[in-house]
């Protein structure tokens, strides 16, 4: 890549997610206290594909929680460009996430009263009311590119859940956020259609240049992540190349 390739925080390094020794104790300070992050460090480039994998309660969606904001840590600093987030009040960190974040779920959490475009809208519209024509004709572009264009004035609920998910990835791409989360997005999918799924995680990644952290326990999917974060009990374990993931991790229950 030439230098006039790479974008302007890539040339000063600035990452779009950085931890720094971030915990997260839950219920502390009673019986019931659990530490499920231990001083997790790590930086997010733009324009990155990750794969965070683990087993099952081993603090992948607890990790993603803070990465998206949508919890705050017990100690350590988390920052989503360059932007301290412990010390924000929370209207500061509802903005950051709305300007900044997608989201993906594994169950998409789509309106079923709602059409399709409405949906895929719905972002826009929490942060700026009633959208523009410039706004609409985005979110109808992504539609189109997620294959769905036929499908815009349709409620959600006559789509099949490989379709309910392409509604939730465009609707996570409206605000072109800088990063996308998305926690198990192909959990409820068969084979093919998980495929399919991250299919368009791939392409986004390229066409809209989003850093992606995408949690799977699918280890064919984050095989196709060129970078692999794996937790134990709370606990980076291993941080690098998908490739290079040692074989007693492959296996994923
Ligand atoms: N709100 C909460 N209050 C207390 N404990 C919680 C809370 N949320 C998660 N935990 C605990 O944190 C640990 C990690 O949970 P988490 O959901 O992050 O795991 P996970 O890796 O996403 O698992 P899975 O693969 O099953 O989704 C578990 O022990 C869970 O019980
Ligand atoms: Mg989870």
Do not use: W
């Not at 705050?72 to 460009?81: A, C, P």
């Not at 099949?160 to 072109?176: E, F, W």
């Not at 093919?192 to 280890?219: K, M």
Request: aromatic residues 6%.
């Amino acid at each position: 890549m030439s230098n006039s390739q790479l974008t302007v925080s890539q040339i000063t390094g600035q990452a779009v997610l950085q931890l720094d020794k971030l915990n997260k104790i839950f219920n502390a300070d009673t019986p019931l206290q659990n530490h499920v992050l231990h001083d997790v460090s790590l930086r997010v480039c733009p324009s990155e594909l990750v794969a965070l994998v683990g087993t099952s309660g081993s603090g992948k969606s607890t990790l993603l929680n803070m990465m998206g904001l949508l919890d705050v840590s017990t100690s350590g600093e988390l920052r989503i460009q360059g932007h301290l987030i412990q010390g924000m009040s929370e209207q500061q960190r509802t903005q950051l996430r709305s300007e900044s974040i997608g989201f993906v779920f594994q169950f998409h959490h789509l309106i079923s009263a709602f059409s399709v475009l409405d949906n895929v809208l719905m972002p826009l519209m929490l942060r700026f009311g009633k959208p523009s024509k410039e706004q609409i004709e985005y979110a109808e572009h992504l539609l189109n590119e997620v294959g769905l264009s036929n499908y815009i004035a349709q409620s959600t609920s006559r789509l099949s859940g490989g379709q309910q998910q392409r509604v939730a990835i465009a609707r996570a791409l409206v605000t072109r956020p800088a990063l996308v989360l998305a926690d198990e997005p192909t959990g409820n999918l068969d084979t093919q259609t998980a495929d399919e799924v991250f299919a368009l995680f791939e392409r986004f990644n390229v066409e809209h240049q989003c850093a992606i952290v995408i949690v799977t326990h699918d280890p064919r999917l984050s095989a196709r992540c060129p970078r692999t974060i794996r937790l134990t009990d709370g606990r980076i374990v291993y941080d690098g190349p998908s490739a290079d993931l040692p074989s007693v991790f492959t296996v994923t229950p």
